[in-house]
């Protein structure tokens, strides 16, 4: 007689901790010992989310300080920041903005219908349409949007340990500044290993779109010694050039440099910006759009 597998607790108004099945394999919310009141998404076994239920303001990875400084020290033209995140996990970061700017109006993407709906459930995030989680593949999703409708879109979809290519090519990038209104942002968390080689092609395909560039990652992942994240960012105004904002990178727990667009085009100068045909042809580049991770 086969074994009845048993149910994860059902989280009710609140989160639970326990392994949940969703869509694309199984998530497992944990509670975090370090905080009060801290939880852990992990998405087949991969810690994807962290989420500080009393404190919004508290973003327990790197990179996402990185983004949100980025963000907060940028002159917007439209006092309402209008964003847009592709890829969902806890929706940590866009439950930063909407505490940092309370007037914002934030999509969030997610691949995953059954993680969105208990992400919904367990956190406290604000109701549409100060904040609306639209369940969708994250290109197809972008290539529906008004141009200009955007002050900030930012990509954080994982398959496995990688972005899908198809999120990473011009095609997709030039979707993403068609999108953006003047002086948006676009900013990418890259996964990369110590060669560098995705954060290298990813500079130049957004270097290829937009005039101004701008990377944000620890020293030791800049020289190679380590795997880890990279963030990216595009504008077609200048962008990361604030004093404070290097200030407040060095001060962090693990301390980011900023590149300017000079150094990030010398950076990605031998790598080519990759393009919808080169998906084609090459097998290494095709990756199944399942967002598994924000982290």
Same mark, same amino acid.
Request: glycine content about 8%; charged content about 25%.
């Given at each position: ?180 209104? %003047? ?27 937009? %005039? ?84």
């Amino acid at each position: 007689m086969a074994r009845k597998k048993k149910q994860a607790p059902v989280a009710e108004g609140g989160p639970v901790a326990g392994k949940y099945e969703i869509y694309t394999g199984t998530c497992e919310l944990v509670r975090d010992t370090l905080t009060a009141n801290g939880w852990t998404i992990e998405v087949n076994g991969v810690p994807s989310s962290h989420i500080d239920m009393d404190d919004p303001s508290q973003l327990d990875f790197e990179y996402m300080r990185a983004m949100a400084g980025l963000v907060r020290h940028h002159s917007f033209s439209d006092t309402r920041l209008r964003a847009l995140h592709l890829g969902g996990g806890a929706c940590t970061l866009a439950r930063y903005f909407a505490a940092e700017y309370p007037d914002a109006r934030q999509v969030v993407v997610e691949l995953d219908g059954k993680l969105a709906e208990l992400v919904r459930e367990w956190f406290d995030l604000p109701r549409a349409p100060l904040l609306r989680i639209r369940v969708g593949e994250a290109r197809a999703v972008t290539e529906t949007l008004t141009a200009d409708s955007r002050d900030l879109i930012v990509r954080d979809v994982f398959a496995g340990a990688v972005t899908p290519a198809s999120l990473a090519t011009v095609e997709f990038t030039e979707h993403v500044r068609r999108v953006l209104a %003047p002086g948006g942002i676009y900013v990418v968390n890259c996964g990369d290993t110590r060669d560098l080689t995705l954060a290298k092609r990813e500079a130049a395909t957004i270097g290829s779109i937009f %005039p101004n560039t701008v990377i944000i990652a620890d020293p030791a992942m800049l020289k190679g010694r380590r795997y880890g994240n990279v963030v990216i960012a595009g504008c077609d105004v200048p962008l990361g050039e604030e004093p404070a904002l290097a200030r407040e990178l060095l001060g962090g727990g693990v301390p980011a440099q900023v590149w300017l667009d000079e150094r990030v085009r010398a950076f990605a100068r031998d790598s080519k910006p990759l393009r919808d045909s080169d998906l084609q042809n090459d097998s290494e580049l095709q990756n199944d759009p399942e967002p598994q991770r924000d982290t």
